[in-house]
């Protein structure tokens, strides 16, 4: 299973980034997805998860109104639509794959992970 996420890099603040994380190896029509990220210094912080099928959302607080999880079960990938970016929000973003449909924030939830994408958020 490999995990590929993309689409990280350097923004201004209140800009936009989309990451998308792309499964090879494994389908992850009946799985739910993760995302995750962690900043230097700190502990992988939980950032937003979504079920099987899309029908369920969770996110944290710290993004809740500004990222939106979605995916597209035809390209198997997931996507973290991210506006309102702030400084805070400067961390290597995770995906993660669990071996369940519903998922929650806890990383011992979650199976595989991919290799993070950097986002920066600085002016």
């Known amino acids: 299973v490999q995990l590929q996420a993309s689409g990280g890099g350097l923004v201004q603040p209140g800009g936009s980034l989309r990451l998308s994380c792309v499964a090879s190896?494994?389908?992850?029509?009946?799985?739910?997805i993760g995302w995750f990220r962690q900043a230097p210094g700190k502990e992988h912080e939980f950032v937003a998860t979504?079920?099987?099928?899309?029908?369920?959302?969770y996110y944290a607080d710290s993004v809740k109104g500004r990222f939106t999880i979605s995916r597209d079960r035809t390209k198997n990938t997931v996507y973290l639509q991210m506006n309102s970016l702030k400084p805070e929000d400067t961390a290597a973003y995770y995906c993660?794959?669990?071996?369940?449909?519903?998922?929650?924030?806890?990383?011992?939830?979650?199976?595989?992970w991919g290799q993070g994408t950097q986002v920066t958020v600085s002016s």
């Open positions: 993660a794959v669990a071996l369940r449909a519903v998922a929650g924030s806890g990383r011992s939830e979650y199976r595989y």
């Open positions: 190896g494994f389908t992850l029509d009946y799985n739910a």
């Open positions: 979504i079920s099987w099928n899309g029908g369920s959302t």
